[in-house]
């Protein structure tokens, strides 16, 4: 038997965009190369998501001739800007301003994404001038002021702020999304069910380790603050294991997603794949309510979660990051 030329590390090319070369009837015909997503590598058979079609297709690894990484699908402007204009409603602020495409935002202090200014698209006056209004409106409320900038919509903005003194870029963040059907189906068999609620109850929200520390008294009105918000949650034994928030939104091309947001697992609990369990759980309540896609956020240094979640079916669609302008 003929011994295939693969990759040397399976497990790292799963979850990402390939091309498989593979033998067609024991070479008779030759063989024929596919394009598409490795969802999975085990027991001898490669299960490949091809980018055109919606059939899997499960390939022998002796057939395999040979099996290469490639960049990932082209993400435009349009589809960052889709996606972001969805997610802005998926966690909203308490309160927010319009200045031309840009959405000032702010909820005392709670979370990055609910205290920064989105930059979806032109302000509709000088980038100086618009800057400076957001300085102002910031600290008009006691808030430091902050840009989320998706990229490549704020290329623009960063010599603006460099030329004001903001800060470098603090981090990047990778949004990762998959289908509504690939999220569903990471659900583990043998693993409690997922129960979805409309309001945290006490144990969520002291599942909730926002940066670490204690949620402020308002933070619940940031966490419902959605039209379709579910709060996931997977007891054992009268103990919450994993929890999770999900909220549904629609984009203006009419993509209705489901954003994943908060996704916790007690550390007793890890490496049983309850992550992922959770967020199927998610999807199911999703499905429901007419999500065709999903989209999380991972901080881009956080690989093994990046790995987790290209195994259930996510791939990275873009990436943004923050700008905060010190006191």
């Known amino acids: ?96 301003e319009w200045l031309g495409g840009w959405l000032l935002r702010a909820a005392g202090g709670f979370t990055g994404r609910a205290n920064s200014c989105m930059p979806l698209d032109d302000p509709g006056r000088p980038l100086s001038e618009a800057v400076a209004h957001v300085e102002r409106w910031y600290r008009d409320r006691g808030l430091i002021p902050a840009f989320q900038v998706p990229e490549p919509l704020g290329v623009a903005l960063g010599p603006v702020l460099d030329a004001r003194g903001w800060p470098p870029v603090e981090h990047r963040t990778l949004v990762m999304t998959a289908t509504i059907d690939d999220a569903r189906g990471a659900a583990r068999d043998g693993l409690p069910p997922v129960r979805v609620d409309a309001r945290p109850d006490d144990a969520w929200l002291a599942g909730y380790h926002y940066r670490g520390g204690d949620l402020p008294a308002h933070a619940v009105d940031v966490l419902v603050n959605a039209r379709s ?7 054992e034994a009268g103990t919450r294991v994993a929890i999770a928030r999900g909220a549904v939104s629609d984009a203006p091309s009419g993509r ?11 550390p007793s609990a890890r490496r049983r794949g309850l992550g992922s369990h959770i967020v199927a759980g998610l999807a199911e309540w999703a499905a429901g309510l007419g999500a065709q896609e999903a989209y999380l956020q991972v901080a881009e240094p956080n690989t093994p979660a990046q790995a987790a979640y290209r195994r259930v079916g996510f791939a990275e669609h873009h990436a943004y990051h923050y700008r905060r302008l010190r006191a």
Do not use: C, N
Not at 34 to 63: H, Q, Y
Not at 229 to 235: E, N, T
Not at 256 to 266: D, Q
């Open 229 to 235: 918000v579910g709060f996931a949650s997977v007891d």
């Open 256 to 266: 209705r997603w489901l954003g994943v947001t908060a996704v916790e697992v007690a």
């Open 1 to 96: 038997m003929r011994q295939p030329r693969v990759h040397p590390d399976a497990s790292a090319l799963v979850g990402r965009r390939v091309v498989v070369r593979y033998r067609l009837h024991d070479d008779v015909f030759g063989a024929t190369d596919v394009l598409g997503t490795l969802e999975s590598w085990s027991d001898g058979v490669l299960r490949i998501r091809p980018d055109r079609g919606s059939d899997r297709l499960e390939v022998a690894e002796p057939d395999v001739v040979a099996v290469k990484a490639v960049p990932a699908r082209t993400v435009t402007r349009r589809d960052v800007r889709d996606l972001e204009s969805a997610a802005v409603h998926g966690w909203q602020a308490l309160e927010t």
